[in-house]
């Protein structure tokens, strides 16, 4: 390799030719099929069009051509041909004017970009323009090969085909015809979401795929996208701060998801993809979702513009955000106010009151905190463990609780509950004055009450008590240097641990909420759990422990309880915040109300 050139006369840098700039800068904006379907909805919505058309035709393994066309201000003649050229653009003209805009595009790029990179036939005529006659321009790897008058509707149509002919390497990363075809649909469905006032159409080799009526209420879209049985399931969202309003709707818990597909967030009208806004959005859900579910969320949030910047990638999925601590709280706060004081009760025959949750395998062997005991569906969560604190010195210890505070006592998000008996130790069956019949897990909902508690509590530390009789836990080296980490995060929950040699632990006191411990062995399990469970988790160390102890103070499935003292059970449940899902995300209750039983029966 010649690192100095032989003839330093002659200079090695070049401008590169104005064709080549554009291949490469449409390898950013036009990274796919969709890309460009993203890129001409976009422009139409800007020229304010009433109504957008895609029409896509595909053959045999490639999506062939893409059609765009709307009814918005079209162009005249001049603006037609200046349309293709780079950074030519109608819609800024500083830098200041980037801090206001409200346009969905502005860097003058996609339609060069586009042209450059496959052949584009545009058809435009300005709105209400009369006499004048509309244009026609094909342009083809960035060469125009004609340019003509033409008589035209008012507004644009631009069609591409051969998209990246001249670019094989791009051409041959793209993927199947229908992953190209679900991110069309994906990035519609976001736009369709943030325009509800703008009528979307989307036709596959000629028939229907997709429509949206214009319309006010953004209701009407989401059945329109997704049926309208989701709809049933969402429960609004709507709050503001001066710089900030949150719009839109968030799914009750028992329509959660595997992955965060529909989570369907628009910044000032601009379908966005925002990790950070995403992740306060199931902040916002707390215990009510296990950690690896997500909820369904359709969100528009109007953002003072200049604590938004738009200009961060040229396909303008990504936004940064000012103050975005503050943003995302109040999703966070917001998702939160709409849930509570909501009926949370799945339904039975919900489907995702069926699905059964799937926790990923332990990291290390568990001896008793079992994940998947053989009597219950595959995957689902259940603790099994032996402790002999009796079920009514477990009660007491939630009845008397007397550092919580009672603030959220005055009403219930629970109807007035009537315990009918219990099912094998593990089901209240219960009924409600409106003649519902409730299934509650016991042991879920004892959890509950338990979890609730100890989070309730005011002080920083939680009242611990000591032990009569101190216990000597020894464990492997490497349990021992995780207890160690987790030393000061367990004495803040009321564990008073201390090193005792090699790898033994001196265990001098517990958190009261565990009642009067007689058996070790519960001490032992518990500190088994929290060295155990993966320590890549979500929640906080403190939240971690908080949950375990929830779940090994509560009363076990499998101890069959009196009436009596199920009915108590259910009467705390009914003061707590959340009294629908367990820490973990699992329901407490599955609701059967008469007509769905006397369905069941054929009664009706
Ligand atoms: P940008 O949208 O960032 O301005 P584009 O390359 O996408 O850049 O478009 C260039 C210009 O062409 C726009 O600023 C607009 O004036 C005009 N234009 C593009 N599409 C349309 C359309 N569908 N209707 C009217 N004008 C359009
Ligand atoms: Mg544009």
């Known amino acids: 390799m010649t690192i100095i050139p032989e003839n330093t006369e002659k200079p090695r840098i070049r401008i590169l030719d104005p064709a080549t700039v554009n291949q490469i800068a449409a390898g950013e904006v036009v990274e796919r099929p969709a890309s460009v379907v993203k890129e001409l909805v976009e422009n139409a919505i800007d020229a304010g069009a009433g109504s957008v058309t895609v029409s896509l035709t595909a053959t045999k393994d490639t999506i062939g051509s893409i059609r765009v066309t709307d009814d918005g201000c079209g162009m005249s003649p001049a603006d037609a041909e200046l349309a293709f050229v780079p950074h030519a653009t109608s819609k800024i003209r500083t830098l200041e004017d980037l801090n206001r805009v409200l346009t969905l595009g502005f860097r003058g790029e996609a339609l060069a970009?586009?042209?450059?990179?496959?052949?584009?036939?545009?058809?435009?005529?300005?709105?209400?323009?009369?006499?004048?006659?509309?244009?026609?321009?094909?342009?083809?790897?960035?060469?125009?090969?004609?340019?003509?008058?033409?008589?035209?509707?008012?507004?644009?149509?631009?069609?591409?085909?051969?998209?990246?002919?001249?670019?094989?390497?791009?051409?041959?990363?793209?993927?199947?015809?229908?992953?190209?075809?679900?991110?069309?649909?994906?990035?519609?469905?976001?736009?369709?979401?943030?325009?509800?006032?703008?009528?979307?159409?989307?036709?596959?080799?000629?028939t229907e795929q997709l429509v949206t009526d214009r319309t006010t209420r953004p209701l009407d879209t989401i059945a329109r996208l997704f049926g309208s049985e989701v709809i049933r399931d969402l429960v609004p969202v709507d709050a503001s701060l001066p710089f900030l309003s949150i719009t839109g709707f968030v799914s009750r818990p028992s329509l959660a998801r595997k992955d965060r597909a529909r989570?369907?967030?628009?910044?000032?009208?601009?379908?966005?993809?925002?990790?950070?806004?995403?992740?306060?959005?199931?902040?916002?859900?707390?215990?009510?979702?296990?950690?690896?579910?997500?909820?369904?969320?359709?969100?528009?949030?109007?953002?003072?513009?200049?604590?938004?910047?738009?200009?961060?990638?040229?396909?303008?999925?990504?936004?940064?955000?000012?103050r975005e601590k503050e943003i995302t709280e109040m999703v966070r706060a917001s998702v939160q106010d709409a849930l509570l004081a909501r009926d949370l009760i799945p339904a039975a025959g919900h489907p995702a009151a069926m699905v059964p949750l799937v926790h990923e395998p332990p990291a290390a062997p568990v001896q008793s905190y079992d994940l998947s005991p053989p009597a219950a569906p595959a995957g689902v969560f259940e603790c099994t463990h032996a402790g002999t604190a009796s079920t009514d010195q477990r009660l007491r210890q939630t009845e008397l609780a007397v550092d919580t505070e009672p603030t959220y006592l005055v009403s219930s998000l629970l109807p007035e509950i009537e315990v009918i008996g219990e099912f094998s130790g593990i089901y209240i069956l219960a009924r409600t004055p409106d003649n519902e019949l409730l299934l509650i897990d016991q042991h879920a909902a004892h959890e509950r009450i338990l979890y609730e508690q100890v989070t309730g509590q005011t002080k920083e530390s939680r009242p611990s008590q000591e032990l009569i009789n101190p216990v000597v836990l020894h464990r492997t080296p490497k349990e021992a240097a995780i207890l160690n980490d987790l030393l000061p995060a367990l004495a803040l929950e009321g564990f008073v641990l201390e090193g005792f040699g090699g790898d033994a632990f001196l265990v001098r006191a517990v958190p009261v909420v565990l009642g009067r411990v007689e058996e070790t062995t519960i001490i032992d399990e518990i500190i088994s759990d929290l060295v155990s469970e993966e320590a890549a988790q979500a929640v906080s160390n403190r939240e971690r422990i908080t949950r375990i102890v929830a779940c090994r103070g509560a009363v076990k499935a499998g101890t069959v309880c009196t009436r009596e003292q199920c009915q108590r059970i259910v009467d705390q449940l009914r003061r707590m915040k959340n009294p629908f899902t367990c820490p973990h995300g699992r329901p407490t209750m599955i609701r059967f109300t008469r007509k769905e039983l006397d369905t069941m029966f054929r009664r009706i």
């Open 263 to 322: 989570m369907i967030v628009s910044v000032n009208q601009r379908f966005i993809s925002s990790p950070a806004i995403n992740d306060a959005i199931k902040a916002g859900y707390g215990t009510l979702l296990p950690k690896d579910r997500f909820p369904v969320a359709f969100l528009n949030l109007a953002i003072d513009t200049m604590l938004v910047d738009v200009n961060v990638h040229p396909a303008k999925k990504q936004i940064r955000l000012s």
């Open 113 to 206: 970009t586009i042209a450059a990179v496959s052949r584009v036939t545009l058809v435009t005529k300005p709105r209400g323009s009369g006499a004048v006659p509309g244009t026609r321009i094909v342009i083809e790897g960035g060469n125009v090969l004609e340019t003509a008058g033409t008589g035209a509707p008012d507004g644009t149509s631009i069609l591409v085909e051969n998209l990246f002919f001249n670019t094989p390497a791009r051409k041959k990363f793209q993927k199947s015809k229908n992953t190209e075809l679900a991110h069309i649909h994906d990035i519609l469905e976001g736009i369709c979401l943030s325009h509800p006032a703008v009528a979307f159409h989307l036709t596959y080799n000629g």
